[in-house]
């Protein structure tokens, strides 16, 4: 006898990791809005800001 077993992610699974990385996203985007400028100042003191 052969069963066939789902091996795909329910929707409420994928929604919620979708979320949770947007939200990493959104707060890696605020902190570099918020510091942005500092750490190009620091990088440039540092030498090493044109290699990003």
Known sequence: ?????KKSLS???????????ALV???AFQ???A????IFL?????GIS???
């Not at 620091?42 to 540092?46: E, H, R």
Request: aromatic letters at 14%; hydrophobic letters at 60%.
């Open 1 to 5: 006898m052969r069963t066939d077993i």
């Open 11 to 21: 929707p409420l699974v994928l929604a919620l990791l979708t979320g949770a990385l």
């Open 25 to 27: 996203f959104l707060f």
């Open 31 to 33: 902190g570099w809005i």
């Open 35 to 38: 510091h942005g400028a500092d």
């Open 42 to 46: 620091s990088l440039a003191q540092a």
């Open 50 to 52: 044109w290699c990003f």
